[in-house]
């Protein structure tokens, strides 16, 4: 089992950036793929990057695709959502999740058993 806490949300103005940060607790983090997910007021949930247990794949959203890189540590039990060129409609709750093993869905919510509680980016125009 694995406990995620995001951090690194805010306010931030068009064309800004911002690095979201996923701690995560318990054993075996380096077995765990890691996605990131976003829900602005009103939409539904929706993928937005997704790193391999392995670290060796990461995938994007068409949405942010060459504006945000996701990474890992393992030494440190965390992953980064670097996101950069950031615009107003990229304002939602950012949520990090989590997966043992995971080797195909990275973009399907229902992949994920564990969740953080979200933390919020707003871009303002």
């Known amino acids: 089992q694995v406990h995620l806490v995001e951090s690194g949300g805010g306010l931030v103005q068009a064309g800004g950036s911002l690095r979201l940060s996923c701690a995560a607790s318990?054993?075996?983090?380096?077995?765990?793929?890691l996605g990131w997910f976003r829900q602005a007021p009103g939409k539904e949930r929706e993928f937005v990057a997704a790193?391999?247990?392995?670290?060796?794949?990461?995938y994007y959203a068409d949405s942010v695709k060459g504006r945000t890189t996701m990474s890992r540590d393992n030494a440190k039990n965390t992953v980064y959502l670097q996101m950069n060129s950031l615009k107003p409609e990229d304002t939602a709750v950012y949520y990090c999740?989590?997966?043992?093993?995971?080797?195909?869905?990275?973009?399907?919510?229902?992949?994920?058993?564990?969740w953080g509680q979200g933390t919020q980016v707003t871009v303002s125009s």
């Open positions: 999740a989590a997966e043992n093993y995971l080797l195909r869905d990275y973009d399907r919510i229902a992949s994920y058993a564990y």
């Open positions: 318990g054993r075996s983090f380096s077995s765990y793929a």
């Open positions: 790193i391999s247990w392995s670290g060796g794949r990461t």
